[in-house]
DNA sequence: GGAGTTTCGGTGACGTGTCAACAACATGTA
DNA sequence: TACATGTTGTTGACACGTCACCGAAACTCC
């Protein structure tokens, strides 16, 4: 139906590009599923939270920073939190917040993971990309991400 | 190389493109939902269906079309027909099997939305790349989605 | 023809993400 | 101080996708 509005070559880029866009993803998740058991979500959290030195976030930054809804966050954090894999403390600097923090599992898992993950990055999507087109991808991507929503 | 761990310019272009993987397709679902009424999955069925002349099409070969499982498509068939997008029959061929058919009502709310959604990836995607970034994008999406799963 | 295998669509359980609503708390203003 | 307003995390309802599994039908090979 969009064919009647999209040229021939629009078409064909955007229907490829939108392959990616479901393939890449799934695989790499499900690489990292099968290697460490995490999902995609639980890997951003991890890493994303071992990033600070004390390996805590306040919940609302954290989401800030994952681009994710609080909402989200709480309902995924709270099933993190059901297999150890962090903690919730309460915010000494807001009675309403609460600290997220990664625990000594959560971070073993983490570490576990990472390397497989960066295996599976390499396999799915690197290594067939020249250092020009990752290059020129980096530059689309930014480009476009960053428009306003 | 290590091949354990990401360059600095691995890790910043993988950063920059995983956002774009997750900000794309979440920027023009949710047009289409404000525009439409519809699901991203919802149009892909939909406009896949109407590619058919008679806008029919087995259950198992428009999953294989869409690279989707069946019981996907079979969930999300039920959803749409109770919604009155699409019908259900008796596949002739194959008693096994059924066939997913276009209502009226579904073709209609295709043929509203389908202008909406062009002007919604334009507006995402097409207008911010030039044609040689997009026929490059377009080698690089089918090099990469074509690997071995 | 008949036994074993494969493929078909459907189902229930589960994890997930969104949305609207909420109570608790913080902040700004008079 | 007191009141209005905004923010924080949580919750419940719902839509969605995956997985394991099922019965029915088709296919294979003898």
New binding site residues.
Partial sequence: MDTAWLGADEEQAWRAFRRLLIALP?RIA?DL?RDSGL????YEVLSTLSEKPDRRW???????KME?????????????QARGLID?EP?P???????LHLTDDGFAVLEQAAPHHVVSVRSRFLEHVSADELSMLREISTRIADLPD
């Fill in positions: 799934a499900r599923a999902s995609a979500a639980d306040a919940l609302r930054e954290l989401a800030a994710w809804s609080r909402s989200r966050l709480s309902h995924h954090a709270a099933r993190m919730k915010d600097q807001d009675a309403r917040g609460c600290l």
